[in-house]
């Protein structure tokens, strides 16, 4: 099945992305955190990727201007392995674009190897380390940069 990304325009996939948190990370966002999030339209937009009706995974984003930050990514683990997160980064990284976004930043845990293997293949460049930026277990963040240099080679690996 082909898959689809939207942007979430209501708080009525909240708890399919609330569900993917929960399948991710040992430390999921809140509801409230995800609803604080939803009250600022003008930075905020989360994008889904749907196979079918499904919501398969999502990304939550902050568009500056210039500027693209990704807050989280996540794919269901039953979903993985199937290129959706190459797909959805894509997607989000062309409306970035299209939004005038020149530069997108991220902070990825140093031993989640397939996210930084994803984010590289996309143009991602290591630019610094948060140290002991997570916690349960504490650990390093690396902070990735993709500018505009970088765009050009998008996709070719991922």
Request: net charge negative; proline share 4%; glycine share 6%.
């Amino acid at each position: 099945m082909t898959p689809i990304v939207t942007v979430l325009e209501s708080a009525a996939d909240l708890d399919a992305i609330l569900e993917v948190d929960a399948e991710s990370f040992l430390r999921p966002w809140t509801r409230e955190m995800y609803e604080a999030e939803l009250r600022n339209p003008a930075v905020t937009r989360i994008f889904l990727v749907r196979t079918g009706e499904h919501v398969a995974g999502y990304c939550a984003t902050w568009f500056l201007p210039g500027e693209l930050h990704i807050n989280n990514l996540a794919i269901r683990p039953a979903a993985r392995r199937q290129r959706l997160a190459s797909v959805l980064l894509a997607a989000v990284l062309e409306a970035a674009r299209g939004a005038g976004c020149q530069r997108a930043t991220l902070e990825v845990r140093r031993s989640n190897h397939a996210a930084r293997r994803l984010y590289e293949g996309m143009g991602f460049r290591l630019a610094g380390v948060r140290h002991d930026y997570y916690a349960d277990p504490v650990e390093d963040a690396l902070i990735l940069w993709r500018d505009p240099a970088e765009s050009s080679h998008a996709g070719q690996n991922g």
